[in-house]
């Protein structure tokens, strides 16, 4: 699963709303009741601030739209430089947890649960 309509490098606005959509029909049904998750992080070493936002969605909606007052409170995306260019420090992903598999007890944990998750994304930066 991937997005279609944003891209590496991309600036989103922190003052708007953001509607992202995603491939139709690459959310699996079967998988966390058919829930994809959209998140984002953002860190600025000026500040020094990083902050992060997750949001899940029915995936056969094909979008989702992430409010302003959420975007509002992400950190306005430093950079860094990797090989001599700058490369923005935010970042949002898409993807799919798989359904949780609860753990046997076993020396002294009391209840375990294991999930994985596979997430597609690009480098961009919250303006």
Known sequence: MQFANLK???AIPRNADLTV?????????TLNNGQVTIGGF???????QYTFFECTAPGAANQFTIPAWVLATMAPTGSTTVSGNPFPLGFMYIGQ?????QLPP??????GIL???LFNGYGLSFE
């Open 97 to 101: 947890y798989t359904n949780p598999v």
């Open 115 to 117: 999930t994985t998750v």
């Open 42 to 48: 953002s860190d600025n070493p000026a500040g020094p």
């Open 8 to 10: 590496a490098g991309q």
């Open 106 to 111: 076993t020396r002294g944990l009391d209840l």
């Open 21 to 29: 959509t995603w491939t139709p029909g690459t959310a699996d049904p």
